[in-house]
Nanobody, 114 residues
Framework: QVQLVESGGGLVQPGGSLRLSCAAS????????MAWYRQAPGKQRELVAV???????NYADSVKGRFTIARDNAKNTVYLQMNGLKPEDTAVYYC????????WGQGTQVTVSS
């Protein structure tokens, strides 16, 4: 099975940047599609970004041009670089690994506030 551990969340001012990391263990990382989701209080969980096994990426319209997803298979880690953060980006961010099964991390809080 796969265990996912997110890190890098915190409090940041509007316009600031954060880099989230998701470290995977317990399986072959390169076999998985990876994604970042987020969920704000009172709202549905939404897809933020995806990176496939082959390295193709897709982003939610709300983050295009500001967020970048990347993976380092040698380090078994996927990243989400978040630039130009806005208050509406405030949410718990979750890492997901997908293959035959789906695995979720516990989430990391991102708060964008002045």
């Amino acid at each position: 099975q796969v265990q996912l551990v997110e890190s890098g969340g915190g409090l940041v001012q509007p316009g600031g940047s954060l880099r989230l990391s998701c470290a995977a263990s317990g399986s072959i990382f390169s076999s998985y599609h990876m994604a970042w989701y987020r969920q704000a209080p009172g709202k549905q969980r939404e897809l933020v970004a995806v990176i496939t096994r082959g390295g193709s990426t897709n982003y939610a319209d709300s983050v295009k041009g500001r967020f970048t997803i990347a993976r380092d298979n040698a380090k078994n880690t996927v990243y989400l670089q978040m630039n130009g953060l806005k208050p509406e980006d405030t949410a718990v961010y979750y890492c997901k690994a997908s293959a035959s099964y789906t695995y979720w991390g516990q989430g990391t809080q991102v708060t964008v506030s002045s």
